[in-house]
């Protein structure tokens, strides 16, 4: 680690297998492979790769996410709202808030940035 200079690549995290994390599975078995790279001395801010098999979570954010999606197709629905299709490429932020479904239709893998 560079002094103020974090990079993801060097961090050599131990991967993290069904982390809990904002929500509860709805539909299916899905898995999730957390390999958080970077802890914030207060514990504030964590940044990483997430990665998730098919299924059905309902979230409820206490906390804001930015993601950057590197592979698969997810659909965020908001309650009472219309769903977002994001797929690779997409860069989105999730405020505290949000409530509603996390749908994996293709296994997802993402950078986050999770602020407390």
Do not use: Q
């Amino acid at each position: 680690m560079k002094e103020h200079i974090f990079l993801h690549r060097e961090a050599n995290p131990t991967p993290i297998v069904d982390r809990p994390w904002a929500g509860t599975v709805a539909e299916g078995e899905p898995h999730t492979l957390t390999n958080n790279g970077y802890s914030s001395a207060d514990g504030t801010l964590h940044m990483g790769v997430w990665e998730s098999s098919v299924g059905v979570w309902k979230v409820d954010y206490k906390v804001w996410e930015y993601c950057n999606f590197l592979e698969g197709h997810c659909i965020l629905t908001p309650e009472n709202g219309e769903p977002i299709h994001l797929k690779a490429g997409d860069v989105f932020i999730i405020e505290p808030g949000f409530k509603g479904r996390w749908e994996v239709v293709e296994k997802v893998k993402k950078y986050y940035v999770i602020k407390l």
